[in-house]
């Protein structure tokens, strides 16, 4: 009998279609995942080395350009994630909204002990443990993958324009740099984010993704318009039209 306290790191069978949900809206945990998420992880490939980077994006419900959900991101002209995407536009985006901090483990026979992110020194203090805490309950457990295409918005066009406008007023966080001890002056904003002249502007459709538990449960999703039909032929993750 399976511990229910200590369930399975994977147990159920996702290879194929599983659980798919279908709705002309993302699904609310989606939604909220990629509203309140600060980063996302781009992976890209050029046909034989996959490639990931950690993106600042900003997410849309739709754009005056596009009546689907939307991701927004950056990238420097000569990255490398820009020349994959230009002989390989088809990316995989993973969206968390857990924090990264690993608690301490029992293999302590391994060699591999970890004493966890922060390690114990730093959450000894009365304020440090009441952060973790409300950190931690605060969050959700569920990730998304989303599959799709990437496409580069011409340069100076309108579309870039607006995007490149909503992208920067999304990134831009007015109570950030004091939490560092760096104040800015009163009524004054500081960009977290800057976009230079030779940086592209690049926008993926959120059509369709699977959502993942922490306990290893997925369910894929799709985005459908009014009245387009779905098909039962899998897609990369199991879902298309």
Known sequence: MTDS??????????????????????????????????????????????????MSYTFLPSTPFDPYPTIIMTTNSSSRKTTHLQTNPRVSLLVHDWVSHRPPTRASNTGNTRDGSPPPAATRSSLASLLLNLNTSALSSISTTITGEARFLEPDSEEETWC???????????????TFGQVPPPGQRRPSL???????????????????????????????????????????????L
């Open 5 to 54: 306290l200590n369930p399975p790191l994977s147990y159920e069978a996702s290879a194929t279609t599983t659980h798919r949900h279908v709705a002309t809206t993302l699904p609310p945990e989606v939604s909220s995942c990629l509203k309140n998420s600060r980063f996302l992880h781009l992976a890209t490939c050029d046909g034989l080395t996959p490639h990931i980077s950690l």
């Open 164 to 178: 490149k406008d909503r992208h920067l007023e999304n990134n831009t966080f007015e109570e950030e740099m004091s």
């Open 194 to 240: 800057s976009i230079d002249e030779d940086v592209r502007v690049v926008t993926v459709r959120v059509r369709e993704g699977r959502l993942a538990d922490w306990k290893g449960g997925v369910r894929d999703w799709l985005v459908v318009q009014e009245g387009e039909e779905v098909s039962g032929e899998a897609g990369a993750n199991g879902v298309v």
